[in-house]
Structure formats: C-alpha cells, structure tokens
C-alpha cells in the first residue's frame, strides 16, 4: 500500500469515527430528511474559461424546461467569468475592494442579469472562485471593506495556486492578520447579495484554514449557499474538520471522458468508502458528467468520447457513491442517450438515497459494489462492473459475492433489462468491456420461503 492510500484510508476511519463531533448542530437533520447531493450543471467541461453570457442562457433554458424536473436545479458560471478574453493579454475586471467581477466581454449585461434570468425560471446559480486574492489587487493595494487594512496587510504572497500562475491569479490569504477574515466576509456578502446560491472554490482543499474562513463567511451572509472543494488530489486527514462543513469535497483529479478518469474515480472511492459525511451533507465529490459537447471554444471541442458501456458505468459510479451530479457539456445539443441517463429514475433514486456503497466482491477485472436504502439493508442496488477495456466479460456470482446474506431470500432486479431474475444460487451475467451490470434486490418473504 502506497502513503497515499495509507493517507486516504486513515481520513476514511477517522471520517467515520469522529463525524458527530466534528460538526456544529445547525448541520444535523432530521433522519426522515436525509440531506441529498447537489445536481446541476457547470459550464467547464462545455466551455473551458470562455463561456458567453448567451450560451449560459441558452443552457439554463434548456434545464429549467428539461432537467429541473429531475432535480437539477443550478446552473454554475466556471472560471474565466472576470476575464477579458481567451487567450494573450488577458485582463481581470475586479471592484474596488480586489473582488471580481463578471468581464463585459463575457457578460455585457453584467453577471446579476444572468443570475435573475435563471431564478425568474426556477434555477439556481453558481459561481467559480479561487482561493485568496489576486496578484492585481496586491500589486494596487486595494482596501479590505469595512476595514482600515489593505490586500498587503493580509496577503501571504509564498501561498500561490500550483496550477494557476498566469499574473491575473491568486496569492493566499494569512489567516492570522487582521482583516483577513474580513477579507473573506465581504468576498462571500458581495455575492450573496447579487443572489449566488453556490460556490465552487478552487485551490482551497489544501488550505484548511482557508476553508474555514469561506465557511464562517457563509454563515454571516443571510443567504443559504452552497459550498463545493475543489480541487480533489490532496486530501488529507489532518485537514478533515474543515473539509465536512462543506456540501461537495472533491475527491479526484479532473474527470475527463478517457479509460483513466474511470480508473481514478474508482481507486477514489474505494480509499473514501467509509467516509460518513452524507448523514450530515457532505459528499464525495467525483467532478462533473463530461458528455455531449466538449470544449467547444477551443478548436470547436469534441464529442464525449465514451462509448455508451462506459457512459453507463461513469452515472452508476455516481449512484452507487451518492456523488453530486454536476453536469457538464453543452446541454440544448446533449444527445439523447446521455440526457435518458441523466433522467434515468433508478440511478437518480439510488444517488439520492445519501448512501455511498461499497466494495463488496472483487475477481480480477470484476467488481461488484453494493448500495443499500438509506436506513435498511433489506433492499438497494448493485454494480457488477467489468474493468476490462478490451473485451466483454462472462461471470457468475453467488448472492454472497453480490454482498447479501445468503441465507436470506431476495428479489433481484435488472435495470437495464428490465425484468426480474430467478430466485437462485448463482447468476450469470454477461458484461460489456467497461460496462455494468446494473441491480436493484429486495429482500422477499416469499422469495425466502422457496429457497
């Protein structure tokens, strides 16, 4: 086992050892409400750091009228929102307190237009921030609002973003100078007043302190925001109690539509399995669902490169881990296959049941991963997934191997197949290169009594 694996197993047990006493009570809920993950769309995987005023609108059109439905309710604005362009010469539009603001090159009605565009349709919106200040407003030495500080009294110029270090980027925030929590208040209060009901902070999962900062600044502004971790390769247990007052912790690299990203997303959830935060609305986070249309500003983008096998596999990953599902992709142009998976009602009951499954059965290529209902073991869903990327995979599983007591009698379900399988000993299943086999069960007295 490598250090990272010992690192991530360790925050695994000690997530679910200590969450009760790491958490404030106003977090709890009744057990009848079970918190669910976060649904909605962001703009990244669809259109880098370029996205148009007019493509979000064209997108929140769309899911207000064809995904709202189903529970995606937010529309979120990635980076590049406060930029000047795409490209040399870019310029970062800030307030006079160093804060961004939308770029009228991208918003020529300015951002809150947008933002009441998608509540006037029952949308929520987001926005895409980075952790501390830029370099610009430290360069000029704007005021802290409210305060008698400036950027310089508060900046901890050696903290800079390992991935971001064009000079309209970030330094960190030294959390131990006055006004630097001030700094943040006003950050968060800023968009909470234009109407903001999420927050993807980036660069922050390193930075606990951090985190606690944004979070105190959530809890000021009077408006309910919220508040996705990003990004997702440097977890570590030390920095735990910060990381469960957040919605979303991201918990792996940039997911992109290649035999890789399924790879990381399950070597990710095994080493979190244990991680206990659902019961109080903190989710593992495995990034945003990249189909349809990729990276159109960039040379036109491309079409998701997913068969349909690995497409099935990618969502049941996301139910079975009750992972948020963050579209991505352009959204009015989705093709028709992405959008039933996305409305399929078996992976959407089994995400927001709040309970993320385990590895029950492994045989080389052949995983098998169980669910079970939010407060019972009687009934749930199962993946029995082929990681073979070359060839389709024929097996059989006894109902121990399928993670349930053998001794009990249950009613298996195909869900793909729609029908239901015999009551039996062992079932064969036949399984695409990278595909699943997709189950519900249910725990039968008749089942029982025959066997």
């Not at 005023?53 to 995904?67: G, M, R």
């Amino acid at each position: 086992m490598t250090e990272h694996s010992v690192r991530v197993s360790v925050f695994a047990a000690f997530v679910a050892l200590g969450l009760a006493t790491l958490l404030p009570p106003s977090r709890a809920v009744a057990a009848e409400k079970h918190p669910v993950p976060p649904r909605g769309w962001n703009s990244y995987t669809g259109y880098s750091i370029a996205v148009t005023e007019e493509e979000l609108l064209k997108n929140i059109d769309f899911l207000s009228k064809n995904l709202l439905q189903y529970g995606y309710d937010t529309v979120t604005v990635d980076n590049g929102w406060f930029l000047s362009g795409h490209g040399k010469g870019i310029t970062i539009a800030l307030d006079k307190y160093g804060r961004p603001d939308a770029h009228e090159h991208f918003f020529p009605h300015g951002l809150k237009y947008t933002i009441d565009y998608a509540h006037k349709r029952g949308v929520k919106f987001g926005i895409w921030l980075l952790r501390g200040v830029t370099r610009r407003a430290v360069d000029e030495n704007l005021p802290v609002e409210g305060t008698k500080y400036h950027m310089k009294d508060i900046v901890n110029m050696k903290s800079k973003c390992p991935w971001a270090a064009k000079p309209w980027w970030n330094y960190g925030i030294d959390m131990t100078k006055p006004g630097a929590q001030e700094y943040y208040d006003g950050l968060i209060q800023k968009y909470a007043d234009m109407g903001v009901d999420f927050i993807k902070f980036d660069d922050i999962v390193p930075n606990p302190v951090e985190v606690e900062a944004v979070v105190k600044a959530i809890k000021k502004c009077g408006r309910k925001i919220v508040l996705s971790l990003s990004p997702g390769d440097h977890v570590k247990v030390e920095y735990s109690k910060a990381y469960m007052k957040a919605d979303m912790v991201r918990i792996t690299s940039d997911i992109w539509d290649k035999k890789g990203s399924l790879e990381t997303t399950f070597r990710r959830w095994e080493a979190l399995q244990d991680y206990a935060g659902p019961a109080v609305g903190s989710f593992l986070d495995m990034d945003m669902v990249c189909f349809g249309r990729l990276y159109v500003t960039v040379k036109g983008g491309w079409d998701c490169r997913f068969t349909e096998d690995q497409k099935r596999t990618f969502m049941v990953q996301r139910a079975l881990a009750a992972s948020p599902l963050m579209l991505g992709g352009v959204l009015y142009s989705m093709d028709d296959f992405s959008l039933g998976l996305f409305k399929h009602p078996d992976i959407l009951e089994c995400n927001q049941n709040s309970v993320i499954g385990k590895l029950a059965h492994r045989d080389g290529k052949i995983d098998v991963w169980r669910t079970p209902k939010h407060g019972s073991e009687k009934n749930g869903w199962i993946g029995v997934f082929n990681r073979d990327s070359t060839q389709a995979l024929t097996v059989e599983l006894g109902m121990e191997e399928l993670g349930m007591d053998a001794g009990e009698g249950y009613i298996l379900r195909d869900i793909w197949a729609k029908n239901k399988l015999p009551v039996s000993g062992k079932h064969t299943f036949e399984i695409p290169a990278d595909g699943v086999v997709f189950l519900g069960y249910e725990q039968s007295e008749t089942a029982h009594a025959k066997q």
